[in-house]
């Protein structure tokens, strides 16, 4: 007898053991760069607030400057969760590492139910520029090598309608084509005169006014509430599919499910809270890479390009 309850209190201590590895002591939300860090870290406080209470696991905030840090935190086990990741990032991960992240869904307009957005062009709204043809000779930015909306898609757009690449800037046609670091980044640059032209991102449906439902426009109205009078659209894209939410694969399968289960929690309880996280009025429905794959198929095809 003594002997099976000495084993049976070992099972019983590996079974408690095992039970507080699954749960991590921490988890680390990425933060996509394109904002300046103040707001970064105030747009996904409220995230990391929640997922605490719900879970009883510390968030720490991991904001960044670029897209990169975030793609090389989730390939280097450094994040566990990123909220409306970019389209083109989540493809570079998935290119690198097809398991090394799970969806979570994909963020939904709540105005329309539209699972997509666009790439703008952006030029002062006192310019003479009406059109990409207006702009020969002109100062233009994109926005992040790793941004869908501020560099892949305008950047495949240009090469198509313009020729040549950036490199070149589109076989001479601009005067000079820079990466601003960021969507903000990009707005600034066309408001002070930095650019003529530049690209950022927006759901284009909603209120004109108050910078559309959704994307770079609407964030930046918290700054200046008079954007929308400063600046005008001349170009937008085809439409692109919204961002992902995504976990690591890292993470012990039981508490993933959970950290999954939060997530969609949040969206459901507090869908302020998820919507400024994700940059506009959004709420998550289910995906898949299928939904993803004419993303991952254009960065697979233009790094075949450029070897």
Request: aromatic residues 8%; negative net charge; charged residues 20%.
């Amino acid at each position: 007898m003594k002997k099976l309850l000495s084993i049976g209190i070992a099972v019983a201590s590996a079974m408690t053991f095992n039970a507080s590895a699954a749960a991590p002591s921490e988890i680390n939300l990425g933060i996509l760069g394109g904002q300046n860090a103040a707001d970064q870290i105030g747009d996904n406080q409220c995230v990391a607030d929640f997922l605490n209470a719900e879970l009883g696991v510390k968030t720490n905030i991991r904001n960044s400057s670029d897209y990169n840090a975030v793609i090389q935190g989730l390939l280097g086990e450094k994040i566990d969760l990123v909220i409306n990741m970019s389209p083109k990032s989540y493809a570079e991960i998935y290119l690198s590492d097809p398991k090394a992240v799970d969806l979570v869904g994909i963020t939904v307009d709540n105005t329309d139910n539209s699972r997509g957005y666009h790439s703008v062009i952006l030029v002062k709204e006192d310019s003479p520029y009406q059109s990409i043809e207006d702009l020969k000779g002109k100062v233009f930015s994109f926005a992040d090598p790793n941004s869908t909306s501020g560099f892949l898609i305008p950047n495949n757009q240009l090469e198509n309608t313009l020729g040549g690449n950036m490199d070149n800037q589109f076989d001479g046609f601009f005067k000079s084509v820079n990466f601003s670091g960021g969507h903000e980044q990009d707005i600034v640059g066309v408001l002070n005169g930095q650019f003529d032209a530049a690209v950022t991102w927006s759901s284009m449906v909603g209120d004109a006014d108050k910078g559309y439902s959704a994307g770079a426009l609407l964030r930046y109205m918290d700054h200046d509430a008079d954007l929308m009078k400063k600046i005008r659209i001349i170009w937008e894209s085809p439409l692109i599919a919204n961002g992902p939410t995504i976990v690591s694969n890292r993470l012990d399968p039981d508490f993933k499910d959970k950290l999954v289960a939060a997530v969609k929690k949040l969206d459901r309880e507090d869908n302020a809270c998820f919507s400024k996280a994700a940059g506009g009025s959004l709420h998550l429905e289910e995906t898949s890479v299928a939904e993803y794959q004419s993303i991952i198929d254009l960065v697979k095809a233009t790094k075949f390009a450029q070897r």
